[in-house]
């Protein structure tokens, strides 16, 4: 894992789908969970959803909470 990632996560907003617009780390855990079984689109969009899938499933988006605070 990038550590930029996770500054990605909390800048970066989602760019499709039921949640367009939306910041990454805020996307809600069925819509990760659904990416997760179906598949995650490739590229730096679905390399960020993953990982923040791997963060919401695991108890860990305490983590962003920093980076939201630097984050412009």
Known sequence: MD???L?????RTM???KYKGRL???L????LNWFA???FPPGEIGRLL???HE?????????????????P
């Open 7 to 11: 500054e990605l996560l909390v800048t």
């Open 28 to 31: 809600p855990g069925h819509y």
């Open 50 to 52: 993953n990982l923040m």
């Open 55 to 71: 963060l919401d499933h695991n108890g860990l988006t305490s983590l962003l909470a920093p980076l939201r605070r630097r984050s």
């Open 37 to 39: 079984r179906e598949g």
């Open 3 to 5: 550590p930029t990632d």
């Open 24 to 26: 990454m780390a805020d």
């Open 15 to 17: 760019p499709f789908g």
